[in-house]
C-alpha cells in the first residue's frame, strides 16, 4: 500500500511538475486568453482538466502523507494516512466533476 | 553535489512542501468555485486584476513551486534514470528558473 501511494506520489509530481509551464504560458497570455479557453470547453480537454485536479489533490495528499511520517513521527498511521490521502482525491475529483 | 548540498535540497523541498500544502489546499477550493458556470477571460480579470492580496498569494505559491518542482525531478533523474552530476544539477537550475519566470509573467497577468 505504502509503496503505491509512494509511486502515485512521485507519478503526479513529475505530471504536474510538466503540465506547469503550459498553465503559466496559457495565464499569461492575459487578455488574449479567451481563444484557449474556448479550446478548453472540448470535452477531451475538460478530461484532461479533471485528471489535473486529481493529479494536484493526488500529490497534495501524498504530500501530507510524507510530512506527517517525517516531521510529525506518525509512523503507525502509514495505513490511515494512505486512506486519507485517497479519500482527499475523491472529494477534490467529485468537487470539480460536479463544478464543471 | 556534496552531501550538504543534498541535505540544504531536502530541507528546501519540506519547506516549500511545507508552504505549497497551504497554496494547494486554497488553490483546489479556488479552482472548483471559478470553473462554476464556465469560464471567461473578462470574467476572471474582473475579479482578478489589481487584486493585491492575491497577486502576493500567487507570488509565494509561484516561488514555491519553482524550488520544489526541480529538487523533486533531480531526485528522479537519479533514481530512476540514474542520472546525476552537474548536467543534472544544471538542468534542474534551469528548469527552476523557467518556472519562476513564466509563473510571475502568469502571475502579473491575471493580478497585475
Not at chain 1, 55 to 84: M, N, P, T, Y
Not at chain 2, 7 to 24: E, F, G, P
Not at chain 2, 37 to 61: D, H, P, V
Request: hydrophobic content about 65%.
Amino acid at each position: 500500500m505504502s509503496r503505491h501511494v509512494a509511486l502515485a506520489h512521485r507519478i503526479s509530481g513529475i505530471a504536474l511538475a510538466l503540465f506547469l509551464p503550459l498553465h503559466f504560458w496559457a495565464l499569461g497570455l492575459g487578455l488574449q486568453m479567451d481563444g484557449f479557453l474556448a479550446w478548453t470547453e472540448q470535452p477531451l480537454v475538460k478530461a484532461a482538466e479533471w485528471g489535473l485536479v486529481v493529479l494536484l489533490a493526488a500529490h497534495f495528499g501524498c504530500g501530507l502523507r510524507v510530512l506527517a511520517i517525517e516531521f510529525l513521527d506518525w509512523h503507525e498511521w502509514q495505513k490511515s494516512l494512505a486512506a486519507a490521502a485517497a479519500a482527499l482525491v475523491l472529494a477534490a475529483g467529485l468537487a470539480f466533476a460536479l463544478a464543471l | 553535489m556534496s552531501y550538504r548540498s543534498d541535505t540544504t535540497l531536502w530541507i528546501l523541498q519540506r519547506v516549500s512542501a511545507a508552504v505549497l500544502a497551504l497554496c494547494v489546499a486554497v488553490h483546489l477550493f479556488t479552482i472548483v468555485y471559478a470553473v462554476r458556470g464556465g469560464l471567461s477571460a473578462a470574467e476572471i480579470l474582473a475579479r482578478t486584476k489589481g487584486n493585491q492580496a492575491w497577486l502576493a498569494f500567487y507570488s509565494i505559491f509561484v516561488l514555491a513551486v519553482a524550488v520544489h518542482a526541480p529538487i523533486g525531478l533531480r531526485a528522479v533523474a537519479a533514481e530512476w534514470l540514474g542520472w546525476r552530476g552537474r548536467s543534472r544539477d544544471a538542468c534542474a537550475f534551469l528548469f527552476a528558473a523557467l518556472l519562476a519566470w513564466m509563473g510571475m509573467r502568469a502571475v502579473l497577468a491575471v493580478f497585475a
